[in-house]
């Protein structure tokens, strides 16, 4: 089982903005498990947005209105016996903070009070949902992950990350449809957070390589490659004359085991050696190789 200061040091190499000094007592401080973690960076995170205020996003609002603005709506005013009572069905749009970023935080806020965390952390947590009063919830499992992020919610990336591993990695619904928050991670959402602490370790320790997750192409004769799956390596390391392609691994278990005997899972020797074969004939120049980064449970 890996300890939960362990995630934050991924975390805070993921996220620079951990290593800020309001995060710095996440470091010394003693955590019992996954959530109370989380809480506490979103606590955090949370405060610093409602002193720099919240951020606002324009959102279409649909309403009746007996002075009405923006476009108008004929059908569904004569749906609603709108013009009857002199109103107009109207569709304008409102600088709101009822955006679909502050609406994740608040889901998640109030999963991570509904769960088992410190005591102090659910007050924290509801004196900050205050702020959040005119935002509205969404259903946990119909989110939308695809979020584009700019200069204007930038700051705001960190802290949906957090919420990504809360609700993607923590929560399972029982039979009944109530909700439960696991102590830990699932393998899956560790897994990408495992790769991404490798990939931004490399970046921020080595800054004179050149390090990525690039794409490697496939060794053909032509550019018909349609069919073939993407080859996306999950850290690449290169100098002027050696390529590093690092695969990032994390599982309970480091072999199989089939018929009594133990080997290394075959599926992941494969993609390494196609990865290196692959890299090495479309770019003859480099010497290549290959290293597998395993993390256990």
């Given at each position: 089982m890996i300890k939960i200061k362990n995630i934050y040091y991924m975390l805070s190499y993921a996220f620079q903005n951990l290593q800020q000094d309001k995060y710095k007592n996440c470091e010394t401080e003693d955590f019992d498990n996954a959530r109370d973690l989380f809480a506490e960076i979103l606590i955090?995170?949370?405060?610093?947005?409602?002193?720099?205020?919240?951020?606002?996003?324009?959102?279409?609002?649909?309403?009746?209105?007996?002075?009405?603005?923006?476009?108008?709506?004929?059908?569904?005013?004569?749906?609603?016996?709108?013009?009857?009572?002199?109103?107009?069905?109207?569709?304008?749009?409102?600088?709101?903070?009822?955006?679909?970023?502050?609406?994740?935080?608040?889901?998640?806020?109030?999963?991570?009070?509904?769960?088992?965390?410190?005591?102090?952390?659910?007050?924290?947590?509801?004196?900050?949902?205050?702020?959040?009063?005119?935002?509205?919830?969404?259903?946990?499992?119909?989110?939308?992950?695809?979020?584009?992020?700019?200069?204007?919610?930038?700051?705001?990336?960190?802290?949906?990350?957090?919420?990504?591993?809360?609700?993607?990695?923590?929560?399972?619904?029982?039979?009944?449809?109530?909700?439960?928050?696991?102590?830990?991670?699932?393998?899956?959402?560790?897994?990408?957070?495992?790769?991404?602490?490798?990939?931004?370790?490399?970046?921020?320790?080595?800054?004179?390589?050149?390090?990525?997750?690039?794409?490697?192409?496939?060794a053909l004769d032509d550019d018909n490659d349609f069919m073939l799956p993407t080859m996306q390596s999950d850290i690449m390391i290169e100098t002027k004359e050696k390529v590093l392609i690092i695969d990032a691994k994390y599982y309970e278990h480091s072999t199989q085991k089939q018929f009594d005997t133990i080997t290394l899972h075959s599926n992941n020797l494969y993609q390494i050696f196609t990865y290196v074969k692959n890299k090495v004939f479309v770019e003859s120049k480099f010497r290549v190789c290959c290293y597998m980064l395993k993390l256990m449970k």
């Open positions: 955090k995170g949370i405060s610093q947005e409602v002193k720099r205020g919240l951020g606002k996003e324009y959102i279409l609002i649909q309403s009746q209105l007996s002075n009405p603005k923006g476009k108008f709506n004929i059908t569904e005013s004569i749906k609603n016996s709108a013009i009857q009572k002199k109103q107009l069905v109207c569709e304008y749009d409102e600088f709101s903070i009822n955006s679909y970023l502050n609406r994740i935080i608040k889901t998640t806020s109030l999963l991570l009070i509904k769960s088992d965390i410190s005591l102090e952390r659910k007050k924290s947590l509801k004196r900050l949902m205050i702020y959040f009063n005119e935002v509205e919830e969404l259903n946990p499992f119909t989110i939308n992950w695809k979020i584009q992020f700019n200069k204007n919610n930038q700051t705001y990336k960190m802290l949906i990350h957090i919420c990504w591993l809360v609700i993607k990695g923590l929560i399972q619904s029982n039979n009944n449809g109530q909700f439960k928050i696991n102590d830990f991670i699932d393998e899956q959402r560790m897994c990408r957070l495992y790769e991404k602490f490798i990939l931004e370790f490399y970046k921020k320790e080595y800054p004179n390589l050149k390090v990525s997750s690039s794409q490697i192409k496939w």
